[in-house]
C-alpha cells in the first residue's frame, strides 16, 4: 500500500505542522554551517521532509511513519540513495508486506524508469520475496518480472537500467524456461527497429553469456555461431549502415576467436560504390547489400580494414589505404581517429 494520500491537488501538511512527529528533532542539511557557499535551494517540502529524515535515521527509527516519509522524499526525488536504503531497512525491521511493496514500486519505477535507485531497490525486494524464508516461487515471481519489465521496455526499448535489472534477473535465477522466451522477444524487438542497440546487447549476452550454456559440446557451441553468424548477416544486409549489427559480428567472432578474414566474401560488396545486381545466382551465406543502401559502407571498411590488419604481412599495407578512404572522404568526422590507427599500423602496435 502507499502510504500517501491520492488526492493530489490537497497539499500536505509539512512535518513540522503534524503533531505525531513533533517528537522528532529535525536536523537541517548545513546544521553546522552558518553561510555554506553554494547552498542548494530546494523546495520547502522538500526541505521538511529531508530534515526529518535525517532525525529518524539520527535515531534509528524504523516504523510506518518512516516508511511513508521515506515514500514522501522518493516521490519527490526519486534518486535519492540515503531514503531507498533507509526504506529497505525499515521495511524489513518492521516486517512489512514485500509483495504489497513490490506492487508500490510497479507504479513508481514505471514513472521513474531511467532512475537506477528504483531498479535496485526492487532487486532486492526480488531476492528477499524468493528467498527461503518468504518461500515465494523463484520462477512464478521472475516470470511475472519478466512481464513488467517488457511492459516498461515497450515505453522506451532502450533504457539502460532496465535491461541491466532483466539480465540480473535472467542471471539470477538462470532457470532454462525463462531464458527459453528471451531470443523470440530480441527477435521481435529487433524486426521492430533492427538499430536497437540495447537489444543487440542483450542478444548477445542471452546466447554467449548465459551461466546455464556452460555445459554446451563444442559441436552445439559451433552451431550456435554459424546461427548468429547467418542471423547477423540478414540484418546487415537489410541496414548496411547500422553499427549496432557490425559491432554484433565483431563482438562473436572475438568470443569464438574466429578470424576476421573467414568474412571477407560477405564484407567487400559492402565496401564498395556500387553492387551489381544479380538474378541468376543467389548466395544465402553472403547476402548482398539491399537496393536502396548507402554505399560504401563505413562499418563495413572498418571491419575490411581490421581484418587486413590482423592477418598481417601485406595486410597491414591494405589497412591503411582504407582507412586513408575513410579518413578523407567516407569518414572525415573521424579523421583523427583514422589517422590514428594509420600511425599506429606503421608503427607495428597493432595486435
Same mark, same amino acid.
Given at each position: 500500500?502507499?502510504?500517501?494520500?491520492?488526492?493530489?491537488?490537497?497539499?500536505?501538511?509539512?512535518?513540522?505542522?503534524?503533531?505525531?512527529?513533533?517528537?522528532?528533532?529535525?536536523?537541517?542539511?548545513?546544521?553546522?554551517?552558518?553561510?555554506?557557499?553554494?547552498?542548494?535551494?530546494?523546495?520547502?517540502?522538500?526541505?521538511?521532509?529531508?530534515?526529518?529524515?535525517?532525525?529518524?535515521?539520527?535515531?534509528?527509527?524504523?516504523?510506518?511513519?518512516?516508511?511513508?516519509?521515506?515514500?514522501?522524499?522518493?516521490?519527490?526525488?526519486?534518486?535519492?540513495?540515503?531514503?531507498?536504503?533507509?526504506?529497505?531497512?525499515?521495511?524489513?525491521?518492521?516486517?512489512?508486506?514485500?509483495?504489497? +511493496? %513490490?506492487?508500490?514500486?510497479?507504479?513508481?519505477? *514505471?514513472?521513474?524508469? =531511467?532512475? @537506477?535507485?528504483? /531498479?535496485?531497490? &526492487?532487486?532486492?525486494?526480488?531476492?528477499?520475496?524468493?528467498?527461503?524464508?518468504?518461500?515465494?516461487?523463484?520462477?512464478?515471481?521472475?516470470?511475472? +518480472? %519478466?512481464?513488467?519489465?517488457?511492459?516498461?521496455? *515497450?515505453?522506451?526499448? =532502450?533504457? @539502460?537500467?532496465? /535491461?541491466?535489472? &532483466?539480465?540480473?534477473?535472467?542471471?539470477?535465477?538462470?532457470?532454462?524456461?525463462?531464458?527459453?522466451?528471451?531470443?523470440?522477444?530480441?527477435?521481435?524487438? %529487433?524486426?521492430?527497429?533492427?538499430?536497437?542497440?540495447?537489444?543487440?546487447?542483450?542478444? @548477445?549476452?542471452?546466447?554467449?553469456? &548465459?551461466?546455464?550454456?556452460?555445459?554446451?559440446?563444442?559441436?552445439?557451441?559451433?552451431?550456435?555461431?554459424?546461427?548468429?553468424?547467418?542471423?547477423?548477416?540478414?540484418?546487415?544486409?537489410?541496414?548496411?549502415?547500422?553499427?549496432?549489427?557490425?559491432? @554484433?559480428?565483431?563482438?562473436?567472432?572475438?568470443?569464438?576467436?574466429?578470424?576476421?578474414?573467414?568474412?571477407?566474401?560477405?564484407?567487400?560488396?559492402?565496401?564498395?560504390?556500387?553492387?551489381?545486381?544479380?538474378?541468376?545466382?543467389?548466395?544465402?551465406?553472403?547476402?548482398?547489400?539491399?537496393?536502396?543502401?548507402?554505399?560504401?559502407?563505413?562499418?563495413?571498411?572498418?571491419?575490411?580494414?581490421?581484418?587486413?590488419?590482423?592477418?598481417?604481412?601485406?595486410?597491414?599495407?591494405?589497412?591503411?589505404?582504407?582507412?586513408?578512404?575513410?579518413?578523407?572522404?567516407?569518414?572525415?568526422?573521424?579523421?583523427?581517429?583514422?589517422?590514428?590507427?594509420?600511425?599506429?599500423?606503421?608503427?607495428?602496435?597493432?595486435?
Amino acid at each position: 500500500m502507499s502510504y500517501l494520500s491520492s488526492e493530489d491537488d490537497v497539499a500536505p501538511l509539512l512535518y513540522c505542522e503534524r503533531p505525531e512527529w513533533q517528537d522528532v528533532t529535525p536536523i537541517s542539511q548545513y546544521e553546522a554551517v552558518s553561510s555554506p557557499i553554494a547552498p542548494i535551494f530546494y523546495t520547502p517540502e522538500y526541505k521538511d521532509a529531508t530534515n526529518y529524515f535525517r532525525g529518524v535515521v539520527k535515531t534509528g527509527e524504523t516504523s510506518e511513519r518512516v516508511l511513508e516519509l521515506t515514500e514522501r522524499i522518493i516521490r519527490m526525488n526519486p534518486a535519492h540513495y540515503s531514503a531507498w536504503q533507509y526504506r529497505y531497512r525499515t521495511l524489513l525491521a518492521t516486517n512489512a508486506p514485500l509483495d504489497v +511493496e %513490490l506492487k508500490l514500486m510497479d507504479q513508481i519505477a *514505471a514513472h521513474n524508469m =531511467k532512475t @537506477y535507485q528504483v /531498479w535496485h531497490h &526492487r532487486r532486492l525486494l526480488i531476492t528477499q520475496l524468493t528467498s527461503a524464508s518468504l518461500a515465494k516461487d523463484p520462477v512464478d515471481t521472475a516470470t511475472a +518480472e %519478466l512481464e513488467f519489465i517488457g511492459n516498461v521496455l *515497450a515505453l522506451d526499448t =532502450k533504457n @539502460y537500467h532496465t /535491461w541491466s535489472y &532483466r539480465q540480473w534477473l535472467l542471471a539470477h535465477f538462470d532457470d532454462a524456461g525463462l531464458w527459453l522466451g528471451e531470443l523470440p522477444y530480441v527477435d521481435d524487438l %529487433l524486426l521492430e527497429d533492427v538499430r536497437n542497440n540495447s537489444a543487440w546487447h542483450h542478444r @548477445y549476452f542471452v546466447v554467449f553469456g &548465459r551461466g546455464s550454456r556452460s555445459q554446451a559440446t563444442p559441436a552445439e557451441e559451433g552451431e550456435v555461431l554459424q546461427r548468429e553468424i547467418r542471423y547477423v548477416k540478414d540484418k546487415i544486409s537489410v541496414a548496411p549502415n547500422n553499427p549496432s549489427a557490425w559491432n @554484433y559480428l565483431r563482438g562473436i567472432l572475438e568470443y569464438s576467436n574466429t578470424p576476421f578474414s573467414t568474412l571477407l566474401p560477405f564484407t567487400e560488396p559492402y565496401t564498395r560504390a556500387y553492387v551489381q545486381p544479380t538474378d541468376d545466382v543467389v548466395d544465402l551465406d553472403n547476402p548482398k547489400p539491399s537496393s536502396d543502401a548507402t554505399l560504401p559502407c563505413v562499418a563495413a571498411l572498418d571491419f575490411l580494414a581490421e581484418a587486413y590488419v590482423r592477418a598481417g604481412g601485406d595486410g597491414v599495407g591494405k589497412a591503411v589505404e582504407l582507412w586513408k578512404q575513410l579518413a578523407n572522404e567516407h569518414d572525415t568526422m573521424r579523421k583523427k581517429y583514422w589517422e590514428y590507427r594509420i600511425k599506429e599500423a606503421l608503427e607495428g602496435k597493432t595486435n
